[in-house]
């Protein structure tokens, strides 16, 4: 790490050490104490990305220490083409509004745009993502995007669970009986079932899915509940995938959607997430939110901005 005590911070490639991940997690307790992220998430979600690319990975540095960092990565699955995406981004507080964040974006898109990204995106990129997009809360971030020409696209939402409460929901047996007449049963992931959900997740919902089932699979306890018709898997529900305490994907067999299997698996996975101390469960990305409200008594609890634009742009 190059020292640079009086001038300005500099930019340089993030030592892709065994440290990383911590000083990752630390200037980030820095730049936003109300969403602490541990060292752990940031390993898994940027530095084991599928796709990882070091070469995409920008610090900032002052004096020695790390007072700013942008990490990107690209990916090729989607109907739209590469696509670059902004995983991450913080500047320590005392650095803000000295262009910190602007020339680390500026060097990532340009490195971006050379691995082939046609559009870059401001955070989202599933699988692996840590937001959906820009809280709207993070009122620098978006005026700095908004700035430099990414434009606004839609919103995506997060939704939350109060668990300290029963689930507004009918008793067991009333939802056991619903599930009689379609021959299902619910019932929590086993390690066994890996194989079985693999296939079925990626036949049914694709690779984002199936790679976001196989990180809760492989929680030190598997974190979700399978819905089987016959043995075969029809339905799942997974939790701690995204981040520790976010639901979801959840997702039913398209033929038994309606007959209360996707009820009863976020119930029982939410029940699983208040046993292990969980006080609300926040549903990623939600998207049948009519659905989880109606249910569930969920409330849009996080908003996040869609912002892309082209490279030709950037
Ligand atoms: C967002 C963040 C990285 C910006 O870092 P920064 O180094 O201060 O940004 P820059 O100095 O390069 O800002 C460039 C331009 O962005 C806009 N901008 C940045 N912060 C702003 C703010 N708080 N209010 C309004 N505009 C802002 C301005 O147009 C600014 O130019 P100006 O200072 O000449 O007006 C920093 O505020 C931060 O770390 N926030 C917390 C983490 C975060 O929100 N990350 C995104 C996760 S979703």
Same mark, same amino acid.
Do not use: A, S
């Given at each position: 790490m190059v020292t640079d005590e009086h001038s300005s911070p500099r930019t340089h490639d993030l030592d892709d050490g065994p440290d990383a991940a911590r000083l990752l997690a630390d200037l980030w307790r820095q730049a936003c104490p109300d969403e602490p992220i541990e060292a752990w998430v940031l390993q898994e979600k940027i530095l084991a990305d599928p796709d990882r690319d070091p070469r995409l990975w920008l610090t900032a540095t002052h004096g020695g220490r790390l007072v700013g960092a942008a990490t990107g990565v690209v990916r090729t699955q $989607? *109907?739209? $083409? *590469?696509t670059g995406f902004v995983q991450f981004l913080a500047v320590a507080p005392g650095y803000r509004r000295r262009g910190v964040a602007s020339r680390l974006l500026d060097e990532l898109e340009q490195r971006l745009a050379r691995r082939g990204a046609r559009r870059i995106r401001a955070f989202g990129g599933a699988p692996s993502y840590l937001w959906p997009g820009v809280d709207v809360r993070y009122t620098g971030a978006l005026c700095l995007f908004e700035r430099r020409g990414y434009r606004l696209e839609g919103y995506d939402f997060n939704m939350e669970v109060d668990l300290t409460r029963p689930l507004p929901v009918d008793p067991p047996p009333v939802r056991q009986q619903a599930l009689e007449r379609s021959g299902v049963t619910v019932r929590p992931l086993r390690r066994e079932d890996r194989e079985a959900l693999e296939a079925w997740l990626r036949r049914t919902w694709g690779p984002h899915w199936a790679f976001e089932g196989m990180l809760a699979m492989d929680r030190p306890e598997p974190a979700g509940f399978v819905a089987t018709r016959d043995g075969d898997v029809v339905g799942f529900a997974v939790f701690d995938s995204t981040r520790p305490g976010w639901f979801g994907p959840m997702g039913v067999e398209p033929s038994l959607q309606g007959g209360g299997v996707g009820l009863e698996l976020c119930v029982r996975a939410m029940e699983e997430m208040a046993r292990r101390g969980y006080a609300q469960a926040q549903i990623a990305w939600a998207g049948p939110r009519c659905f989880y409200a109606r249910k569930l008594g969920a409330t849009i609890s996080r908003v996040f901005a869609r912002l892309s634009k082209p490279v030709e742009e950037a």
């Open positions: $989607g *109907p739209e $083409g *590469p």
